[in-house]
């Protein structure tokens, strides 16, 4: 049963960063995609929260979960970007960040509880992810 509420979006909120940062990228003509290792309908997900999204995939519907290497370049591929033009966002090392290093894409920790301190390219709130794509303003 709580799985099944897991994959439930009404059961799962948003960070309060979340929303804003990701219509700031979108307003720079970025494109955003979503990639998770569940089994929720991220269609359903992205109305619910009101996320706009270009690119949503799951490993449910891929096949093979993060961080192999195949669900990376399925995003890359419906997003329409090459590796060294796209950045991944994700909050664990071994399935987010060495998952798409692995297939050439830069990728940013998000550590909101800081347990890695140590780690290059790591923000503790989303809202410092348009400074450290280099975006100002």
């Known amino acids: 049963e709580m799985e099944s509420r ?3 979006s009404v059961h ?10 990701l219509d700031s990228l979108r ?5 955003i995609g979503l ?12 109305v619910h929260h009101g996320i706009a999204a270009d690119a949503l995939l799951t490993s449910h519907a891929h ?7 195949s669900i990376f370049r399925a995003m890359l591929d419906q997003l329409g970007t090459a590796p060294d033009e796209t950045v991944m966002v994700g909050d ?16 940013v920790l998000l ?6 301190p140590g780690v290059a ?17």
């Open 111 to 116: 550590d909101r509880e800081g347990r890695y």
């Open 6 to 8: 897991w994959a439930q």
């Open 35 to 46: 990639l998770s290792n569940s089994s929720r309908d991220l269609g359903e997900f992205v």
């Open 121 to 137: 390219d790591r923000l503790d709130d989303l809202r410092e992810l348009p400074a450290a794509l280099g975006l100002h303003g």
């Open 92 to 107: 664990t090392i071994e399935d987010d960040i060495h998952g798409a290093e692995a297939v050439g894409m830069r990728a």
């Open 63 to 69: 096949g093979k979960t993060k961080p192999h290497g």
């Open 12 to 21: 799962f909120e948003l960070y309060d960063d979340a929303l804003p940062v």
């Open 27 to 31: 307003e720079r003509g970025m494109l």
